[in-house]
């Protein structure tokens, strides 16, 4: 499991349905033969079934994603599915800490009895006008749920598209799945928008006045009753002298904006985004400005990088490791953080080894922990100092560009802007996803969170500052932190 990545993100859509397909082809065995492994799509089932790969094929964590998914095909109905993106985070990665699993794109996985999502379900005189603010994933959410349960929904948001740092995510090599979750959230919310039940407004950035302007009686039937503030975060900006110089970015100058990065890159911060900025830099041009999908990831590509002989002339079908043809890296990056020890200790328990694993393996990053950020010089060299007290050693690194991905912090202007103003808006303002909580940019988090609150939004003891709600502590996790203390 730990030598090989199969069943992850970055593993293509049916990549290991060429083995029932050869022992199918020689006639190893005469019983029906099942594929499995990474088929989250009924286009991927239908193709290897056709081709004659397998004569059955499996499928776990899509019916956690969407346990409609079949219904769902049969009816044609092929752009409204919840698409499984192999993320782990909150159906393996729970499951190896005793949490109940669930899943990061539906969290009423194995909570159904909690989160009950009934269409226009909410009593008349309980119906809201509600504004939010941000179409990241916790801004889709709450939209999606709220007005599917019937309150109207004013969706706003300053860029021309929706998805918010998931259309980031989703340029990251092994990360194409995510353009499946802002497909779907777009197809959900376009249904309701048809329905009359959401009103999405892009391109419109949303000030706290126009707030105040829009929670006014002036503003008559489309007056906003709530307010839910889904603005995402900014980039944390460490304080280290010249850091304005022109050749630091940060890792949305990169992602979004498609800045151009040299061949030479110091990366400032080794968590989830550090790692994805490397991983973006490692495989991909200035000039390749497009972003692949799911569907048109290489199979072959992939089982050549990670050494897996399709011919089987290798012991365990795997080719030794110095014979592994490994593409080379677009660029040389040194990849830092502050802390003492393994770089991404932080990453996903089931996935973190294979980003790493990447990387390391690339031969063109180098992971340097324990560092001190100096100073940035005039020529954009960045000037560190590594270990600590007499094992201290200093190191000019002479890159062409310096990323930054050194966390994050909430955008909270507009929260803040009711609470100083001492109106009563104060009280109709509900923050959340990465606006309530930056740490480690927890697509999970804001989805749950987004989607709770929601359901709850009409209830009168739900107030700004008391408005998160998580699921419960599982019997699992009870007894799995129980048995942790004689381990």
Known sequence: FHSLATIATSVPRGGFAWVTKKLRDEKIVSVPLCATNRINAPTTAESILSSGSADLVSMARPFLADPDIVKKSREGREDEINTCIACNQACLDHAFVGKTASCLVNPRACHETEITIEPDSIPADRKLNIGVIGSGPAGMAFASTAATIGHHVTLFDKSNDIGGQFNMAKRIPGKEEFHETIRYFKTQLGKLQKDGKLDIQLGVEVSYSDMEAKSSDSAGDRKIDKWIIATGVDPRIPNIPGKDHPNVLSYIDVLRNRAKVGQKVAVIGAGGI????????????????????ADEVDVDEFLECWGVDKSNKERGGLIPDNQINIPKGKREIILMQRKK??????????????????????????????????????????????????????????????????????????EQAAIDSGSDLAEKVFTIGGAYEASELDAKRAIDMGTRLALKIDDDSVVPGEHKFQADVGAEEKLFNAMKKFM
């Open 274 to 293: 550090g790692f994805d900025v490397s991983e973006y830099l490692l495989h991909r041009e200035d000039n390749d400005d497009r972003d692949k999908k």
């Open 341 to 414: 020890g393994k770089l991404g200790a932080g990453l996903g328990k089931t996935t973190g080894w294979i980003h790493r694993s990447t990387l390391v393996r690339s031969g063109a990053v180098e992971m340097i922990t324990e560092v001190s950020y100096d100073m940035i010089d005039d020529n954009g060299h960045l000037h560190i100092t590594v270990g600590s007290d007499d094992k201290k050693k200093n190191r000019v690194l002479e890159v062409d560009n310096i990323i930054l991905c050194a966390g994050q912090i909430s955008k909270r202007d507009l």
